[in-house]
């Protein structure tokens, strides 16, 4: 008698499972394999714009979005060597994405943004790559007067955004 419930409890999960498996659309992708998402996120590109009320900084990822730290310093510096960063401003925020590479397995670069830029934005005035360094990617971001800002992560494809507000109106 065991033996006939131990053989329907199988049937029953084997029926479950079909069905379960049935239901998945035809349509849904497979899951991606460890070649296309890389296992530490890439950092491949830096972007900005002026808008009507603000400026924008993207940072371009490939792979998961890391976790993000921005924070005001009183003068930038390039990781790894320290030396002082040569960017015109009086403010600065310094911004950090680890764990995160601006290079591939085999060291080369993927990386193809600007390394350092003077920006002619309302408030934006430059912006750096100061380091790829043991599983760190830092930027800095120059600026005149004291940055309002925020940030948030956009998904498909995966970025880091910083918006600074600027008064309305403001030419760009």
């Not at 079909?18 to 530490?40: D, E, K, M, R, W």
């Not at 890391?66 to 925020?93: C, E, I, M, Q």
Request: include cysteine.
């Amino acid at each position: 008698m065991f033996h006939r419930q131990g053989l329907a409890a199988a049937a029953a999960g084997i029926l479950l499972a079909a069905g379960i498996g049935a239901t998945i659309p035809a349509t849904a992708s497979a899951p991606q394999s460890p070649a296309t998402v890389p296992s530490t996120a890439l950092v491949v590109n830096a972007r900005w714009g002026g808008h009507g009320s603000f400026d924008r900084l993207v940072i371009d990822v490939k792979g998961k979005m890391p976790p993000v730290t921005v924070k005001p310093v009183k003068v930038l510096r390039y990781d790894g060597s320290g030396n002082k960063v040569p960017l015109a401003g009086k403010y600065f925020l310094e911004i950090k994405l680890s764990p995160a590479a601006a290079h591939n397995d085999a060291g080369q670069s993927v990386y193809k943004g600007p390394r350092l830029l003077k920006i002619h934005l309302p408030v934006l005035k430059g912006l750096a790559f100061t380091g790829d360094f043991e599983g760190v990617v830092t930027f800095g971001t120059a600026f005149q007067a004291k940055p309002v800002y925020k940030t948030f992560t956009l998904h498909s494809p995966e970025r880091f955004v910083l918006d600074v507000r600027h008064p309305h109106g403001c030419p760009v």
